[in-house]
């Protein structure tokens, strides 16, 4: 069994327990409660229990002299649920207590008799809720960076990974077809897969097609003239190309005398 460790967040020796009427539709008032006349004066402890890797937390309710548990109101986030303060007076609130056999709760009324006091109460509350949220913040952050990456080699990034299972390579028989209409042309008409024409723009298109084996050939689309033939871009494609003098040479933007 775990060991527990208990750490106390607040304390005051002087806390007044109150029957609590039913709230008014903008919420709880302490003025409701005939605060002068309470059910019972008592220590107020607020502690947090950690028990293994879990935090549970307690307003505890004592008696003063002898220190037996009075009532006991489990705390959870959000905040509210457990506790409300009052909406004229921040000395008082509302709190949930429960009885840990029967699980039953009940809702009574808890005020100190400094202001100082009751906000230290408060604020203790605010920051274990706080706490519990940057802990949950963390927890989720840490089992995400924990979650197997969607495919190999997506890098880590959700949502954006294709997974190499996937056969992307274009079927035997499918083209990829690509029209050039640029205002730069080679550098000699007629040359190269593209020339210009009279209106100066580039008169030629080509596709690109790919055999079973995974070479690539890129062939002329048909002229009027007849069909063209093929020119090769891979070693593998195992085709007879045209010589350089038929078609001319490739040259790239920039490369021209």
Known sequence: MSDTIEINLFSSDQGYVYRVPPATTSGHRAETWNVGTW???VSVKFVKKMVGSEDLAYIQLQDPASGDMWA???????????????????????IRVVDPESGKHAFIGLGFAERDVAADFYASLVDYQ??????????EMQAQAHEP???????GHHGSAIKH???LALKSGQTMQLKLNANHAASHSGGGFVSRNK?????????LM??????MEAALAPSSQGNSPKV???????????TEEEWGAFESPGQSN
Do not use: N, W
């Open 39 to 41: 059910l019972a004066e």
């Open 72 to 94: 006991e109101c489990p705390v959870s986030v959000p905040l509210h649920t457990c506790v409300e303060r009052v909406i004229d007076s921040s000395r008082y609130f509302v």
């Open 130 to 139: 706080q706490y519990l949220e940057r802990k949950h913040r963390a927890e």
């Open 149 to 155: 990456a969607m495919g190999e080699g997506t890098g």
């Open 165 to 167: 299972s996937d056969d």
């Open 199 to 207: 209106h100066g723009k580039l008169a030629k298109t080509f596709s």
């Open 210 to 215: 790919f055999d079973p084996q995974g070479g």
């Open 232 to 242: 090769g871009g891979s070693p593998t494609a195992g085709k007879s190309y045209s």
